[in-house]
């Protein structure tokens, strides 16, 4: 197993403009999970998912964010209308279980989001 | 989400022991206390995790406070690659970072 893969990794795009990035988790983990990540800051939790369902999205995140994992296995990430604000880097992370139980999480490379 | 605080920067020479400390007072009882670390363009790390005694691998040493309200990550004799930034987190079901410690270290 390769680890977590995000693609692609780096992306820019238009203001206005909807993207969509790609997580694939390390095979046989049941959770996966989305971060931000602004210059300076750690990394800021937006989503998560037990399987194909979406457990908890964070209160800060925006209407034009929506993330999906149909088949409980690699995840999409989807910014609609993007503005100059999200630019950032989005991290996907995958544990075998959720972090309250004695395991661990392993994240991707992220993907770098500039929007002009 | 609980919350942690750290130093926003430590420095250390090469081969010293480097004691890095995090609050984490609104912890929950049965929550585990993580540290990842992260490396300048990479996403973070896994460096060690534990919940109420001191734990020990090849990374890294944990020491919980015994009203697990705070914790310190012990890194026995620092190298070069160990300069990044480390978090750690206390929370329910999911990771919450906050921005971490700088740690610099000198040759």
């Known amino acids: 197993d390769t680890g977590v893969s995000q693609d692609p990794r780096h992306k820019i795009t238009k203001r206005g403009q909807n993207v969509t990035f790609r997580c694939d988790p390390i095979?046989?983990?049941?959770?996966l999970y989305w971060y931000r990540q602004t210059l300076g800051q750690g990394p800021e939790f937006l989503t998560y998912?037990?399987?194909?369902?979406?457990?908890?999205k964070s209160r800060l995140l925006s209407d034009r964010f929506s993330a999906e994992r149909p088949k409980g296995s690699f995840s999409t990430l989807e910014i609609q209308r993007t503005e100059q604000g999200d630019s950032a880097m989005y991290l996907c992370?995958?544990?075998?279980?959720?972090?309250?139980?004695?395991?661990?999480?392993?994240f991707g490379q992220g993907t770098r989001l500039t929007v002009v | 989400d609980a919350k942690t605080t750290q130093p926003n920067s430590m420095e250390s020479n090469e081969e010293e022991p480097v004691h890095l400390p995090c609050n984490h007072s609104?912890?929950?009882?049965?929550?585990?206390i993580h540290w990842y670390r992260q490396l300048p363009s990479q996403g973070p790390e896994y460096v060690i995790h534990?919940?109420?005694s001191n734990v020990n691998n090849r990374m890294a040493s944990l020491a919980i406070a015994e009203d697990r309200k705070s914790s310190t990550l012990i890194l026995h004799r620092a190298t070069l690659r160990d300069a990044a930034v480390y978090y750690c987190?206390?929370?329910?079901?999911?990771?919450?970072f906050g921005t971490g410690t700088r740690l610099q270290v000198f040759p």
């Open positions: 992370a995958s544990s075998l279980d959720g972090v309250y139980v004695d395991t661990e999480a392993f």
């Open positions: 095979s046989e983990h049941n959770r």
């Open positions: 998912f037990q399987n194909e369902a979406q457990l908890e």
């Open positions: 609104t912890i929950s009882g049965t929550d585990y």
């Open positions: 534990g919940l109420t």
């Open positions: 987190s206390g929370d329910t079901d999911k990771l919450i």
